[in-house]
């Protein structure tokens, strides 16, 4: 099954832990898996084209789990972008054509998926809780809410008319829902479209 992340967490809230969000998810899949594919898509310095590392994941559980760290450690110390980076991990060669790796970071975080068994996410969401990370920093792919493309500009006309829909994580659409009930419970106020940070 298909998770795909929360962003109301890992890019609304200015203050969310991304890094160690992204090493304690990582460390978690990586115990599944047998390859791995990393790369820098922005490095810094004199860099003009990305840095990328690709190989075998070690067998020994621990030492896997220290290679990743480091793995990890070493995608944020050449990104000058934190949120962009390239990061498979897999049980089988990365990549694969039509094939979502188990932890499938291809560039910016709001195309982050997950592929693992219901079983296999209940066992991470215990990760994250131990980790003082929220247990539904995922979510099932088919829960994200799309509505035609909302504001009431030329732009935003013009994108409704050919279809054009914005998509949100759960938890930005339960922020919008409440953030509408609020204005309508307050006199003189008028619930209106939001355009938040989301899927488009």
């Known amino acids: 099954m ?14 969310f832990p991304f890094q160690k969000a992204v090493l304690v998810t990582a460390r978690a899949v990586a115990q599944k898996c047998s390859h791995f594919q990393a790369r820098s898509l922005i490095p810094p310095g004199r860099h003009i084209v990305p840095i990328e590392k690709q190989g075998l994941l070690p067998i020994d559980s621990s030492e896997r789990e220290a290679f990743v760290t480091e793995l990890v450690r070493w995608i944020f110390a050449n990104s000058i972008v934190e949120d962009l980076f390239y990061l498979l991990l ?15 970071h291809h560039d910016d975080t709001c195309c982050w998926f997950l592929n693992l ?28 809410v799309c509505v035609p493309y909302p504001g009431n500009s030329l732009k935003s006309r013009v994108l409704r008319l050919s279809g ?6 759960p938890m930005q659409w339960q922020n919008i829902v409440n953030g509408r009930a609020s204005r309508q419970s307050v006199p003189g106020t008028r619930s209106q479209p939001h355009s938040r940070r989301g899927k488009t």
Not at 3 to 15: K, S, T, V
């Open 2 to 15: 298909l998770y795909a992340a929360e962003l109301f967490y890992l890019q609304d809230q200015q203050d």
């Open 164 to 169: 054009v829909q914005k998509c949100y994580t």
């Open 90 to 104: 897999d049980d089988g060669p990365v990549p694969q054509e039509n094939k979502v790796a188990r932890f499938d």
């Open 117 to 144: 068994s219901e079983s296999e996410f209940a066992i991470l969401q215990d990760v994250w809780r131990k980790n003082d990370l929220p247990a539904n920093l995922f979510y099932p792919e088919q829960e994200t």
